[in-house]
């Protein structure tokens, strides 16, 4: 069972792809929040899926890395600039959930002005 929490997550994941590619939800490219609920059914053993949480944690890592660059040609000041870049390199080199939305968070806020 999902908690409210996974949910949170999921669609704070789902909110920020949306748009970074200005677009609905589109599973093949990344923009589901169920990719993200997938990480915790891995870690709490109830997913149906055989992956590792480390493929999964990558998967959901190379979408957002697509998200962010389309993020990055907008016109964006110098400070979003900035910022977005280092949520891009938290996202990169972390291993964990809690540093993965910490970061999703704060390119939600960063890229707020941009919100359709």
Known sequence: MQTQNSYDRSFLYENFM??????????SKGIDGSHYQQLERISNGTSLIRTSY???MQKIK????KGIQKVLKW???????SRIIFYASQIESTEYEDTLYVSIEGLINVTARFKE
């Open 18 to 27: 949306r748009r970074a590619f200005r677009t609905g939800r589109d599973f």
């Open 54 to 56: 480390a493929k999964q």
């Open 62 to 65: 190379n979408y957002l890395s």
């Open 75 to 81: 016109k964006l000041t110098d400070q979003e600039r």
